[in-house]
């Protein structure tokens, strides 16, 4: 079956530091890929999507871009803020399937 | 406009109480979906409703029913439920349709605990 798999947490960085969150995928034919971020006590929004193979999605300084040769769907920023202290997820959706299918989540500490 | 609102926000109650949680939007979306989180896990996907018939069940037990007025609502009964059913109940909803491309929007969640 289709499955994502994050980075494991949690992740500690100083403000304006380079961040990068590693997520791969196996699907099945060609999903869409999505991060979503939950901040404490919240919902989870969309940061991010992309489509289709080489699409960079984008966001609030985010950045992914679809890999399907490396099955890939990194998350990176270039200079993180306190603000962006959350929880990241990767997802991914395949044709027909109706459910997002989610890694396990990262937990990200900036500290200032 | 890409939101979903949930209510309430938090909610406790007793193993005997029966209580409903509630969801709307207005983005003309077709699925809606309820998702249970427990703290530090991913959302666990629970129904799914496609134009306002339930399609997808996740074998939840039958101490939780939803509902689906319409195509802008979704509930949750709650009847006799176990502390360890504790946890955020979210709710999202998407277009419909199946589709790959197709974009789950989340509400922020009902914080639920069961005494």
């Known amino acids: 079956g289709d499955s994502v798999t994050q980075m494991e947490g949690p992740v500690t960085l100083s403000e304006e530091a380079f961040l990068t969150i590693n997520c791969t995928y196996t699907?099945?034919?060609?999903?869409?890929l999505f991060w979503y971020v939950q901040y404490p006590g919240e919902g989870l929004q969309l940061l991010l999507k992309?489509?289709?193979?080489?699409d960079k999605g984008s966001n609030k300084g985010f950045e992914a871009t679809y890999r399907k040769e490396t099955t890939s769907f990194h998350l990176e920023k270039g200079s993180v803020q306190v603000s962006d202290s959350a929880v990241y997820f990767c997802a991914l959706n395949s044709q027909g399937a109706q459910k997002l299918v989610f890694g396990q989540g990262t937990r990200l500490t900036i500290n200032p | 406009d890409t939101e979903v609102t949930q209510t309430p926000k938090h909610l406790v109650m007793g193993m005997t109480n029966k209580k409903s949680l509630k969801c709307e939007q207005h983005m003309g979306h077709r699925a809606m979906y309820w998702y249970k989180q427990k703290a530090k896990k991913p959302p666990e996907l629970m129904f799914v409703y496609s134009y306002e018939k339930l399609s997808i069940n996740e074998s939840v037990p039958s101490r939780f029913s939803p509902e689906c007025p319409n195509s802008s609502l979704l509930n949750l009964h709650l009847h006799a439920l176990q502390p360890e059913d504790s946890a955020l109940y979210l709710c999202?909803?998407?277009?419909?349709?199946?589709?790959?491309?197709?974009?789950?929007?989340f509400g922020p969640g009902t914080r639920l605990t069961v005494l």
């Open positions: 699907a099945t034919g060609y999903p869409s």
């Open positions: 999202a909803s998407s277009r419909g349709g199946g589709r790959r491309t197709d974009t789950q929007y």
């Open positions: 992309a489509t289709k193979a080489d």
